[in-house]
């Protein structure tokens, strides 16, 4: 049988990226990206939480999901832009029309994350690992930032793979890599394990992902009900999900539920393409993509 290959294409501080070109290209001197920011909520009235973050954000600890409250707690300087929708699908749609000169088959699963299936594409473009990176070359060449993209034989590990070590690379992370690449990831890494099961199962020493994977699955439906199963499964590199075609942007945005910030899915009608904000991208981006990455090391 063939084995299919899925690569998940994840960018690198999206919101925050795309606002700083914006903003350089209405003349605004100073680039977000270079200094500890967010974006998220309202900066007028104090309330929200951080959709996204800079690099020079992370040593404080700011996490995406949190309170600007706690995050201005953590880092008493930080500068706080909310969110601008509108320009993110313009940005999102200009990839997506990339991809798609790479497969048919393409699922946007965010704003700024998208599912290629690259299983029959591989007789026009060769190696699947080389053809990422061309890929990723490309989004950082053409449309001036950076991605990280995950190769693998189903989507949950595509996914988990993005997630390594970023910017701008791609990981493989295919069912034999899992016990070497993945098992050693805190619990609450895996996809699917929100911060309450995380504690749940921490609780009960469950601390990584190799502990939930050689967790009895019955002993986890008792604690976990039917997502006992599921991250079980999800532990061991297992799914079976396909890559469905979709053609409207999804936004993400949070609430707040118990301690617990949970992502909304909103679908939006594709806006109008708008070549100057791509352009504007294209510039100011190229010009910080090497700073980022040195940043990161």
Known sequence: ???????????????????AAHRLQHGDPLDLRTVPSVVGGNEQTRHGIVLTKSIPAKPFGIQTGETLHSARTKCPGLLVVPPNYSLYMQCS????????????LIEQYSVDEYFLDFTD???????PIQAA????NRIREELGFTVNIGVSSNKLLAKMGSELQKPDRVHT??????????WSLPVEELFMVGRATARKLQDRSVRTIGHLANADPDWLKLILKSLGLLVWNYANGRDLSLVRINRHPVVKAFKKKGDEMLAIKKETSTTANNSNVIKAIIKSNKKHSKMMSKLAK
């Open 121 to 127: 594409s591989k007789k026009l473009f060769g190696d």
């Open 133 to 136: 990176h061309n890929i990723k």
């Open 173 to 182: 992370l295919f069912p034999e890599e899992v016990e070497k690449k993945m």
């Open 1 to 19: 049988m063939l084995q299919r290959i899925i690569m998940h294409i994840d960018v690198n501080s999206a919101y925050l990226s795309w606002e």
């Open 93 to 104: 749609q200009a990839l997506g029309d990339l991809l798609r000169e790479y497969s048919s």
